[in-house]
C-alpha cells in the first residue's frame, strides 16, 4: 500500500493560471529543451501510439505532445485545470486534439470528455503537480479500455526533490555529487509564485514506491521504468567530473503501467 501524503486536500493541485504566461514564456507550446530532446522521446518509446489509439493525457498544460500524436495518426484528448494554457493549446495546435478544461483529480466531473474508453492515459512531466493521486488514478481507471496502459514521465523522485536536493563538490575528490536532504517523506512544495509573492504552484514529492503502491491500489501494475539522463545543451564546456555526473544522475524516470490480471 502506498505512504499516506503529507499533503491535503486544501492544498491540492490547482491551476496553473496565475503563472501561465510564465510557463509559456520558458516552454512555449511545443516543450522546453528538456521536453523536445529528453520527456518527449521517453514518453512516446514507452507508449509507442499505434494509428487509430485515442489517448487522454492528463495535466496537458498547452499541449507540448498533440502533434506527436498526430503525426501517428492517434487521437489526443488533454485536460488541465488552467484555461489560459488550454487556450494556448487550442491556438496553437488546432485540428491535432481536443483540449479541456476540467480537474484530472475528478475525471467524472469533466463534462466535455466522452465517455468512450481511451487506448492510454499519459502524463508529461505533470503528475508531480497533481494531488491527490489516489483519486486521479481511480478516475483513469474508469476511462481507460481493459488493455488500457498508463506512461509517466517525471522528474526523477530519487535524485531531484524540489528544495530538498541539488549539486555538490568535493573538491579534495574533484568530484562532483548529487545532494538530498531527504527522500521517504511525502511533500507538498510551494513553488513558482505570482507578483505578489503568493505561492500559486506546489510540487508533490513521493518516493518511488508511493507511486507503485498508488498504481497497485488502482489495480495497475508497473511492467517498464527507465532512467534517463538530460542530453547535453550547448553551453561552455564541462569538465569531466561534471559529464559524468550528469550521465550518472538521471533527470528524467519513465513508467509504463498496465492493469493487472484479474
Do not use: N
Request: charged share 25%; glycine share 8%.
Amino acid at each position: 500500500m502506498p505512504r499516506a501524503s503529507s499533503s491535503s486536500r486544501t492544498s491540492a493541485s490547482r491551476s496553473w493560471d496565475a503563472v501561465a504566461e510564465w510557463y509559456l514564456g520558458w516552454s512555449g507550446t511545443r516543450g522546453s529543451i528538456h521536453h523536445r530532446r529528453t520527456a518527449i522521446p521517453l514518453l512516446l518509446d514507452l507508449l509507442a501510439p499505434q494509428p487509430g489509439e485515442r489517448i487522454l493525457d492528463l495535466g496537458c498544460g498547452p499541449a507540448a505532445l498533440a502533434p506527436y500524436i498526430a503525426q501517428r495518426r492517434g487521437t489526443l484528448v488533454g485536460v488541465d485545470r488552467s484555461p489560459k494554457l488550454i487556450e494556448a493549446a487550442r491556438r496553437a495546435h488546432r485540428g491535432k486534439g481536443r483540449f479541456l478544461i476540467g480537474d484530472v483529480t475528478a475525471l467524472d466531473r469533466v463534462t466535455a470528455l466522452e465517455s468512450a474508453p481511451f487506448d492510454a492515459a499519459t502524463f508529461l512531466l505533470s503528475i508531480q503537480d497533481i494531488d491527490p493521486l489516489t483519486a486521479t488514478f481511480a478516475g483513469l481507471r474508469a476511462r481507460l479500455a481493459a488493455t488500457g496502459r498508463i506512461v509517466i514521465v517525471m522528474v526523477h523522485p530519487c535524485f531531484r526533490v524540489p528544495r530538498q536536493s541539488g549539486w555538490g563538490w568535493d573538491e579534495q575528490r574533484q568530484l562532483q555529487f548529487r545532494r538530498v536532504d531527504r527522500y521517504l517523506t511525502p511533500l507538498s512544495v510551494p513553488m513558482r509564485s505570482t507578483a505578489d509573492g503568493r505561492a500559486a504552484t506546489r510540487s508533490y514529492h513521493r518516493p518511488l514506491e508511493y507511486y507503485v503502491g498508488v498504481l497497485a491500489e488502482a489495480g495497475f501494475v508497473i511492467d517498464t521504468l527507465r532512467e534517463v539522463p538530460a542530453q547535453p545543451v550547448a553551453r561552455d564546456s564541462p569538465s569531466p567530473a561534471q559529464r559524468r555526473a550528469e550521465t550518472e544522475f538521471p533527470l528524467f524516470l519513465g513508467l509504463r503501467a498496465r492493469r493487472a490480471a484479474p
